[in-house]
């Protein structure tokens, strides 16, 4: 019974969501709306990461832990490499790697 209403739910929620996007149609969009659109997904994904990287059970800042080191190690590789996938290949294998060690 609840997992029927966990997806009964997200269908709504996504639903809601999506028809504000498919209703607009590009072209009706000015070109400085379409520049400040291009910004956020560099906005909305350190708001995602930061609190998983940074902030531990208590929610106050710790820098010491294996997510900091596989957050460190992943942004270096996608800095030089400039490749997504391998840049959450890396985080990710660091992670289990640092948490399985550590």
């Known amino acids: 019974m609840i997992s029927t209403l966990m997806i009964i739910a997200g269908i709504i929620t996504f639903l809601m969501r999506y028809s504000l996007i498919a209703i607009i149609k590009p072209e009706s969009l ?4 379409k520049k400040v659109l291009t ?3 560099s906005a909305v994904f350190p708001a995602i990461i930061f ?3 940074f902030l531990n059970k208590n929610q106050s800042l710790h820098f010491n832990t294996y997510e900091f080191y596989a957050f460190i190690l992943a942004l270096i ?3 030089f490499t400039k490749n997504t ?18």
């Open 77 to 79: 590789v996608g800095y």
């Open 39 to 41: 910004y956020v997904p």
């Open 85 to 102: 996938i391998l840049t959450i290949a890396t985080g990710l294998v660091s992670y289990w790697f640092l948490s399985y060690i550590l």
């Open 51 to 53: 609190p998983a990287v």
């Open 30 to 33: 000015s070109v400085t709306t």
